[in-house]
């Protein structure tokens, strides 16, 4: 009974450090937000790496360290089905060791603009032309989905990587 008990014992530790391992910093850049932010602060570009059921193009950020701590300026590209992709600018404040600061702006892609601008010269009423935007808008997020929480956890991960000392380099980035 006691070698069973030991037996049991022994694959539940065995498990245990498994979990331990997979889940301590060095394995997170294995995932997609890990690879992502790699990317953004060290380069080079990532193209259509897909986090949480999305596809990105991740762009190599522009650091800019001052007395006041850093700035991180880039750029996410959503990749869209047979469309103009959208494009995710990001600027991110970190002081002290903290995020003091995330500013984003979309510029949306996809064919919505296009279709407003036929709707609004045929029909000639801009608010038709706001609307017809707005269904093609939900046409395509139906298509795609809502990618913009799948973003926001890249430029999350983005922003707790990012290291004010430019002596120190982040190990997982090797």
């Known amino acids: 009974m006691r070698t069973s008990l030991y037996n049991s014992m022994g694959l539940v530790a065995l498990v245990l450090v498994a979990i331990a391992a997979f889940a301590s910093p060095s394995f997170a850049a294995e995932t997609a937000q890990g690879k992502a932010a ?19 193009n991740v762009k190599k950020a522009k650091i800019t360290r001052n007395a006041s701590g850093m700035v991180i300026t880039g750029q996410l590209s959503h990749c869209l089905t047979l469309r103009p992709d959208d494009q995710l600018y990001y600027t991110i404040r970190k002081s002290g060791g903290k995020v003091t600061s995330i500013q984003i702006k ?23 032309a706001d609307k017809v935007e707005s269904l093609v808008r939900e046409l395509g997020s139906r298509v795609d989905g809502k990618w913009e929480s799948s ?10 990587r990012a290291n004010e000392n430019p002596n120190v380099r ?5």
Do not use: T, W
């Open 38 to 56: 790699s990317a953004a602060l060290f380069g080079p570009e990532v193209k259509k790496l897909k986090v949480a059921g999305h596809e990105f």
């Open 106 to 128: 979309i510029d949306r892609g996809g064919l919505a603009p296009y279709v407003s601008k036929l709707a609004n010269s045929f029909i000639n009423q801009k608010f038709v």
């Open 151 to 160: 973003a926001d956890l890249i430029v999350a991960s983005i922003a707790l």
């Open 170 to 174: 982040d190990h997982r980035s090797r």
